[in-house]
């Protein structure tokens, strides 16, 4: 196997073996350290062996199998004390592992392990976005809009954390499973983001993220059918990973929603995501509780999604279900978002008004920057709106996203 081929391959393994390694280890050692630095060493002699001997036939069972003998060589190393010892012996144990809740999955463990309540939200999703979802630091620090250095520095204090208050590794009981489950989604749906729209790298979608994120949101459903969140996240990634197909086209740049081929569209994870919002519609119906904020955005997204083109979509109903959102979460992004299809019922003059109020807290953010250039555009300030596409252009890491920005400033007069 050529080299370009083997380095194709370690990669593809990266994207489909890293979260497993990672909390098959950390359920065997009880270490997110050295389950973490075990794994990075098994890639790197991956690194190193597979292009002269061949990837291997199993290329995940190799893997785990370096990274347990990593584990092990890393803590008797540390000491030699007996404790250490026994740790260290524990790979070599067939019998089964006892009960760690009610689920059987090491990744969903590692998830709650990471989403622990002891634990800032913020290092809890990074936590989880660096040892379940494999992302770097330079990555997740894009998805917070923070440094780098704060980011390394906030993902080491957590597993410090995890290890100083013994946080066991397991999934939570009925009894608090629901008080965890906010730190849990917000996990699940930037591991999701970040495969629909990767912020950096030469793919602009990273399917296996999206296919985890996907996969870990079925199996919160399974574990906890009533809770309206729990479906309406699972609802809101299915209607938007039906988007992808029509997302990127052939050359490599963004398609945005108003031009998409519709007919491109996966319609069975659509007609899947819309028995959802239905579903979470009758609850509510019924007498239950008031929707969240992933079954917002999941019924904004059937609005979406039910149009037949862009000029049918309903925007009214849009801006209604984002008034919802912002009083749940006024955060700058989501009334970002509202003032973009306010935008679309009252003119563009409206939309500019409320996004220019986010200019100071959103400057680093390029969606905030190419929204602004769309809106200036159509109200033909052809020198602003060229200014803001610059802006966006540099902020944006995303290839696909780049080439839009390009293409649409480019298209600008004069």
């Not at 729209?197 to 059918?225: F, K, M, N, Q, Y």
């Not at 009214?316 to 973009?340: E, K």
């Not at 540099?394 to 780049?402: I, K, S, Y």
Request: hydrophobic letters at 45%.
């Amino acid at each position: 196997m050529t080299g370009p081929t083997v380095e194709q391959a370690i990669t593809r393994v990266h994207h489909e073996e890293w979260a497993r390694v990672v909390a098959g280890l950390a359920r065997r050692f009880g270490d997110l350290d050295v389950a973490e630095e075990a794994t990075a060493e098994a890639f790197v002699a991956a690194a190193e062996r597979w292009p002269r001997e061949g990837v291997p036939s199993n290329p995940g069972g190799w893997l785990a199998t370096t990274a347990t003998r990593k584990a092990i060589d890393r803590l008797r190393r540390e000491s030699q004390r007996d404790a250490k010892h026994q740790a260290a012996r524990i790979v070599y144990d067939d019998t089964p592992p006892e009960p760690t809740g009610p689920v059987e999955d090491d990744r969903l463990r590692l998830v709650f392990t990471c989403c622990h309540p002891a634990l800032a939200l913020e290092a809890r999703v990074a936590l989880t976005l660096r040892l379940l979802g494999g992302l770097t630091v330079p990555e997740i620090a894009r998805a917070f809009l923070v440094q780098e250095t704060t980011m390394a520095r906030r993902i080491t204090r957590a597993k410090a954390k995890i290890k100083a208050a013994h946080i066991p590794y397991r999934v939570p009981w009925a009894d608090d499973i629901r008080d965890r489950l906010a730190g849990v989604l917000a996990v699940v749906y930037l591991v999701f983001n970040e495969g629909y729209l990767a912020s950096e790298g030469d793919d602009p979608v990273r399917v296996d993220l999206t296919d985890e994120a996907i996969r870990l949101g079925r199996l919160l459903r399974t574990l906890l059918p009533d809770d309206g969140e729990v479906a309406g996240l699972l609802a809101l990634m299915l209607l938007t990973d039906a988007r992808r197909p029509a997302r990127v086209s052939r050359t490599g740049e963004l398609v945005t929603l108003d031009e998409q081929d519709r007919g491109a569209w996966d319609r069975t994870l659509i007609a899947e995501g819309n028995a959802l919002v239905r579903e979470r519609l009758e609850a509510v119906a019924a007498g239950g509780d008031p929707p969240g904020r992933y079954q917002l955005q999941a019924a904004i997204n059937a609005v979406h999604t039910g149009a037949p083109s862009a000029r049918d979509t309903d925007w009214s109903t849009i801006v209604a279900l984002y008034g919802r959102m912002v009083l749940l979460d006024p955060s700058p992004i989501v009334r970002l978002n509202r003032a973009v299809a306010v935008a679309e019922v009252d003119g563009p003059g409206v939309g500019l008004a409320e996004i220019d109020r986010l200019g100071e807290v959103l400057d680093g953010y390029h969606a905030f920057h190419a929204a602004r250039a769309d809106l200036l555009r159509r109200l033909g300030r052809g020198g602003e709106s060229r200014a803001a596409y610059d802006r966006a252009i540099g902020l944006a890491g995303n290839p696909a996203e780049r080439a839009y920005l390009t293409r649409r400033r480019d298209q600008l007069a004069g």
